[in-house]
């Protein structure tokens, strides 16, 4: 990790997942030294909790605007997700933070 990573706060949703999962692959190949191990284990739980924090606005808002335009589910449907939630949850697996 040679040169300074952007602050996490400042990533969109894509770039943020998009640098978690290099980080992923990167750890999951091995052979990185220990310290720098540590450091990526540590940006990548950051990571996860920033892309967390933004899919829960997403559906927040989502949610807002189900409510506002009369979107609301029946008690009888089925939970719908949301695509965004698939999007970031499907590979939750693979990624080690």
């Known amino acids: 990790m040679g ?5 996490i706060s400042s990533l969109s949703f ?4 998009k640098e978690l999962e290099a980080l992923s692959q990167r750890l ?15 940006r990548g739980s950051e990571l996860r909790k920033h892309c967390n924090d933004l899919l829960k606005r997403a ?7 189900d409510q506002k335009f009369g979107n609301q589910q029946d008690d009888d449907e ?11 949850r499907r590979n939750d697996d693979d990624i080690p933070f």
């Open 14 to 17: 894509e770039e943020a997942l």
């Open 28 to 42: 999951s190949q091995g052979g990185l030294p220990l310290e720098e191990s540590v450091e990526a284990y540590a």
């Open 59 to 65: 559906e927040d808002r989502v949610r807002e605007l």
């Open 78 to 88: 089925p939970e719908r997700k949301s695509p965004v939630s698939r999007r970031s």
């Open 3 to 7: 040169e300074k990573a952007p602050e």
